[in-house]
Nanobody, 124 residues
Framework: QVQLVESGGGLVQAGGSLRLSCAAS????????MGWFRQAPGKEREFVAAIRWSTGSTYYADSVKGRFTISRDNAKNTVYLQMNSLKPEDTAVYYC?????????????????WGQGTQVTVSS
């Protein structure tokens, strides 16, 4: 069973930064994509960013472009989300996820493994 372990969430003031980490473990773990999603109270889970392991190609939601950066360390099977210029509307539970889909997809249902979620709260 593939397990994703997240860390780095917390409370930060608007304009501040956080870096989320997600370490993947599993004997036969293979993933075309690693992604980050978030879910705020009363809202559906939404795509934030994704990265293709083999090429390093990245994909971002319009709401975070220019502020968030996704990266990976393939040797560690770890993906990172650097979040800068945080806004109160970024407040949500953030989840990392892995997908076997060979193409980029933003749809949560197409991701097979999920982390436990980590709370990010941005205060005004």
């Amino acid at each position: 069973q593939v397990q994703l372990v997240e860390s780095g969430g917390g409370l930060v003031q608007a304009g501040g930064s956080l870096r989320l980490s997600c370490a993947a473990s599993g004997r036969t773990f293979i993933s075309y994509l690693m992604g980050w999603f978030r879910q705020a109270p009363g809202k559906e889970r939404e795509f934030v960013a994704a990265i293709r392991w083999s090429t390093g190609s990245t994909y971002y939601a319009d709401s975070v472009k220019g502020r968030f950066t996704i990266s990976r360390d393939n040797a560690k099977n770890t993906v990172y989300l650097q979040m800068n210029s945080l806004k109160p509307e970024d407040t949500a539970v953030y989840y990392c996820a892995a997908s076997k889909e060979p193409r980029f997809i933003p749809t949560p249902s197409r991701y097979d493994a999920w982390g436990q979620g980590t709370q990010v709260t941005v205060s005004s």
